[in-house]
Protein backbone atom coordinates (compact mmCIF):
# COMPACT_ATOMS: atom_id res chain seq x y z
CA UNK A 1 0.00 0.00 0.00
CA UNK A 2 3.06 2.16 0.45
CA UNK A 3 3.78 2.64 -3.52
CA UNK A 4 0.08 3.79 -3.89
CA UNK A 5 0.42 6.46 -1.38
CA UNK A 6 4.03 7.37 -2.79
CA UNK A 7 2.07 8.07 -5.72
CA UNK A 8 -0.90 9.57 -4.17
CA UNK A 9 1.81 12.18 -2.75
CA UNK A 10 2.61 12.78 -6.31
CA UNK A 11 -0.38 13.87 -7.46
CA UNK A 12 -1.29 16.01 -4.07
CA UNK A 13 1.99 18.00 -4.21
CA UNK A 14 1.30 18.46 -8.27
CA UNK A 15 -1.93 19.98 -8.02
CA UNK A 16 -1.52 22.67 -6.81
CA UNK A 17 0.52 23.41 -10.29
CA UNK A 18 -2.80 22.85 -11.99
CA UNK A 19 -5.06 25.13 -9.60
CA UNK A 20 -2.88 28.12 -8.25
CA UNK A 21 -0.35 27.84 -11.28
CA UNK A 22 -3.28 27.63 -14.04
CA UNK A 23 -0.89 25.18 -15.71
CA UNK A 24 -4.06 23.77 -17.51
CA UNK A 25 -2.43 20.41 -17.77
CA UNK A 26 -6.09 19.08 -16.56
CA UNK A 27 -7.84 21.13 -18.68
CA UNK A 28 -6.24 19.99 -21.88
CA UNK A 29 -6.91 16.58 -21.03
CA UNK A 30 -6.57 15.93 -25.06
CA UNK A 31 -3.07 16.62 -25.55
CA UNK A 32 -2.45 15.05 -22.06
CA UNK A 33 -3.70 11.56 -23.22
CA UNK A 34 -1.84 12.13 -26.28
CA UNK A 35 1.52 12.17 -24.08
CA UNK A 36 0.58 9.55 -21.95
CA UNK A 37 -0.29 7.08 -24.67
CA UNK A 38 2.90 6.41 -26.01
CA UNK A 39 4.55 5.92 -22.33
CA UNK A 40 2.08 3.68 -21.84
CA UNK A 41 2.13 1.47 -24.33
CA UNK A 42 6.05 1.36 -24.40
CA UNK A 43 6.34 0.85 -20.49
CA UNK A 44 3.37 -1.15 -20.05
CA UNK A 45 4.55 -3.89 -22.92
CA UNK A 46 7.99 -3.62 -21.45
CA UNK A 47 6.91 -4.67 -18.36
CA UNK A 48 4.33 -7.61 -19.21
CA UNK A 49 7.11 -9.00 -21.09
CA UNK A 50 9.83 -9.01 -18.29
CA UNK A 51 7.32 -10.13 -15.78
CA UNK A 52 6.17 -12.83 -18.48
CA UNK A 53 9.78 -13.64 -18.71
CA UNK A 54 10.65 -13.29 -15.05
CA UNK A 55 13.08 -10.93 -15.55
CA UNK A 56 12.08 -9.47 -12.64
CA UNK A 57 8.81 -9.58 -9.93
CA UNK A 58 7.13 -7.76 -7.44
CA UNK A 59 6.72 -8.07 -3.56
CA UNK A 60 5.11 -6.53 -1.03
CA UNK A 61 2.11 -4.86 -3.41
CA UNK A 62 -1.61 -5.03 -2.87
CA UNK A 63 -1.74 -7.77 -5.15
CA UNK A 64 -4.33 -6.57 -7.47
CA UNK A 65 -3.04 -7.43 -11.15
CA UNK A 66 -4.43 -6.23 -14.70
CA UNK A 67 -3.57 -9.00 -16.36
CA UNK A 68 0.22 -9.99 -15.16
CA UNK A 69 0.71 -6.22 -14.54
CA UNK A 70 0.36 -5.49 -10.81
CA UNK A 71 -2.13 -2.02 -10.22
CA UNK A 72 0.76 0.17 -8.70
CA UNK A 73 2.98 -0.52 -11.68
CA UNK A 74 0.01 1.38 -13.95
CA UNK A 75 -0.42 3.72 -11.88
CA UNK A 76 2.82 5.00 -11.62
CA UNK A 77 3.17 5.11 -15.41
CA UNK A 78 0.06 7.40 -15.13
CA UNK A 79 1.21 9.19 -12.21
CA UNK A 80 5.01 9.91 -12.96
CA UNK A 81 4.41 11.15 -16.46
CA UNK A 82 1.51 13.43 -15.53
CA UNK A 83 3.52 15.23 -12.51
CA UNK A 84 6.27 15.59 -15.05
CA UNK A 85 4.17 17.46 -17.34
CA UNK A 86 2.33 19.60 -14.77
CA UNK A 87 5.96 20.91 -13.24
CA UNK A 88 6.64 21.09 -17.07
CA UNK A 89 3.47 23.76 -17.78
CA UNK A 90 4.19 25.49 -14.49
CA UNK A 91 7.77 26.46 -15.19
CA UNK A 92 6.63 27.52 -18.38
CA UNK A 93 3.76 29.74 -16.58
CA UNK A 94 6.38 31.22 -14.53
CA UNK A 95 8.81 31.46 -16.75
CA UNK A 96 7.48 32.21 -20.35
CA UNK A 97 11.05 33.14 -21.51
CA UNK A 98 12.42 29.96 -21.31
CA UNK A 99 12.56 27.66 -24.56
CA UNK A 100 11.41 23.54 -23.78
CA UNK A 101 12.15 23.08 -27.55
CA UNK A 102 8.72 22.36 -28.95
CA UNK A 103 7.39 25.66 -29.17
CA UNK A 104 6.11 26.77 -32.75
Given at each position: ??????????????????????????????????TL????????????????????????????????????????????????????????????????????
Amino acid sequence: MLYLLVMAGCVVVTLPLELVLRARVYARWRRLSLTLLPVLAVFVTWDVLAIHAHAWSYRRLTGVKIGNLPLEELVFFLVIPVCSVLTLEAVRRLRPSWSAGDES
